[in-house]
């Protein structure tokens, strides 16, 4: 079956960096055809997709522009989010999403995802 496992948060400052990742596996599909992304959630408020990544395709909201930077690297079939220049209300937790798309044009942060990882807790103080 398909599972999605984050890790790379924790505690920083503001002004500071942290990588996440999340591998992909049970895949079924070639991983062109997978939408991936990030999305977080702060205590008390709705879940917010920041990024997305299919096939090269890259989308990222207003809010992180310029400070977030979406990757995947297709042979390990993971993800990433480079975060920098953090700011205390990036505190949240993460969550790595994914489902399968058919075109880009299906895949961007705010799309409906059909699998889930359990999150990693991202800090800043």
């Known amino acids: 079956h398909v599972q999605l496992v984050e890790s790379g948060g924790g505690s920083v400052q503001a002004g500071g960096s942290l990588k996440l990742s999340c591998a992909l596996s049970g895949w079924p599909f070639s991983f062109s055809k997978v939408c991936m992304a990030w999305v977080r959630q702060a205590p008390g408020k709705e879940r917010e997709g920041i990024a997305s990544?299919?096939?090269?395709?890259?989308i990222d909201v207003d809010s992180v522009q310029g400070r977030f930077a979406i990757s995947a690297d297709n042979a390990k079939r993971t993800l990433y989010l480079q975060m920098n220049s953090l700011k205390p209300e990036d505190t949240a937790m993460y969550y790595c999403?994914?489902?399968?798309?058919?075109?880009?044009?299906?895949?961007?942060?705010?799309?409906?995802?059909?699998?889930w990882g359990r999150g990693t807790q991202v800090t800043v103080s």
């Open positions: 990544f299919y096939d090269g395709t890259v």
């Open positions: 999403a994914a489902s399968y798309a058919q075109l880009a044009d299906s895949c961007h942060p705010t799309r409906v995802f059909a699998y």
